[in-house]
């Protein structure tokens, strides 16, 4: 064989060596339902539901339930700082449902300079809605195919048709100080998990305040310690 065959054959088993890794690499990152939503930098929306419980004194007699939209966008590549590896995404909801569950309405006892008082107390179910129109959210580089962890920070607006928290009773039997609108900024963190391209389960886990920022004569304010949210979610 000339030396000329022989380079041909070699160059020949070269580039059989190089395609199939290039085509592996490619088809690998194609299959990463996590890696699509990375480079196409996607839009995301689904629904979800959020169950919580408040914590402190009363406040743990306190569950939340609520029903609602998400949608995001990611804004940015890959950015590069270590273990802090991400994307940030732009988000927001609408929750139509929403319920607070508090102890029935009652007799309260206070004591206040050495004095005891009892007072008409509400309490009870309390219906309303929220929107959260700014969510911000860390999504964290990852190798795994199926899972995309996050962490947020996040502020929304809670309506209530009546005043909450419930508060001593004023004439009439009418909540007292507190107010129909509070505010609810909130963090924390969850994943993604994709069941195929495109398609996620997802599970956060948030810790919100909610207060009237005084817009009522009283603002007691709710911490609600924890709060599961779980939805679907669809990325184009």
């Given at each position: 064989m000339?030396s000329?065959?022989?380079?041909?054959?070699?160059?020949?088993?070269?580039?059989?060596?190089?395609?199939?890794?290039?085509?592996?690499a490619?088809?690998?990152?194609?299959?990463s339902p996590?890696?699509?939503?990375?480079?196409?930098?996607?839009?995301?929306?689904?629904p979800?539901?959020?169950?919580?419980?408040?914590?402190?004194?009363?406040?743990?007699?306190?569950?939340?339930?609520?029903?609602?939209?998400?949608?995001?966008?990611?804004?940015?590549?890959?950015?590069?700082?270590?273990?802090?590896?991400?994307?940030?995404e732009?988000?927001?909801?609408?929750?139509?449902?929403?319920?607070?569950?508090?102890?029935?309405a009652?007799?309260?006892t206070?004591?206040?300079?050495?004095?005891?008082?009892?007072?008409?107390?509400?309490?009870?179910?309390?219906?309303?809605?929220?929107?959260?129109?700014?969510i911000?959210?860390?999504?964290?580089?990852?190798?795994?195919?199926?899972?995309?962890?996050?962490?947020?920070?996040?502020?929304?607006?809670?309506?209530?048709?009546?005043?909450?928290p419930?508060?001593?009773?004023?004439?009439?039997?009418?909540?007292?100080?507190?107010?129909?609108?509070?505010?609810?900024?909130?963090?924390?963190?969850?994943?993604h998990?994709?069941?195929?391209?495109?398609?996620?389960?997802?599970?956060?886990?948030?810790?919100?305040?909610?207060?009237?920022?005084?817009?009522?004569?009283?603002?007691?304010?709710?911490?609600?310690?924890?709060?599961?949210?779980l939805?679907?979610?669809?990325?184009?």
């Open positions: 000339t000329t065959a022989k380079f041909l054959v070699l160059m020949m088993l070269g580039l059989s060596a190089c395609v199939p890794a290039s085509t592996q490619k088809k690998t990152e194609n299959d996590v890696a699509q939503v990375r480079n196409d930098k996607s839009w995301e929306y689904g979800f539901v959020n169950f919580g419980n408040g914590i402190g004194g009363n406040r743990s007699h306190y569950w939340f339930f609520a029903a609602g939209g998400q949608v995001g966008k990611i804004l940015t590549p890959p950015v590069h700082a270590g273990i802090l590896s991400g994307q940030f732009f988000g927001a909801n609408i929750m139509p449902f929403w319920q607070a569950y508090t102890p029935a009652g007799e309260r206070f004591e206040f300079q050495g004095q005891t008082y009892t007072y008409p107390f509400g309490g009870g179910t309390f219906t309303g809605a929220s929107i959260t129109p700014v911000f959210r860390w999504n964290f580089l990852t190798r795994s195919p199926r899972i995309q962890p996050w962490f947020q920070g996040a502020g929304g607006l809670i309506y209530t048709t009546h005043k909450f419930p508060d001593i009773l004023v004439e009439k039997g009418t909540p007292g100080g507190t107010s129909v609108w509070n505010f609810s900024p909130q963090g924390g963190v969850g994943i998990y994709f069941t195929r391209p495109k398609r996620s389960i997802d599970l956060g886990v948030n810790a919100i305040h909610i207060s009237s920022a005084s817009l009522g004569d009283r603002n007691p304010g709710v911490n609600a310690l924890w709060q599961i949210q939805g679907y979610t669809y990325w184009k």
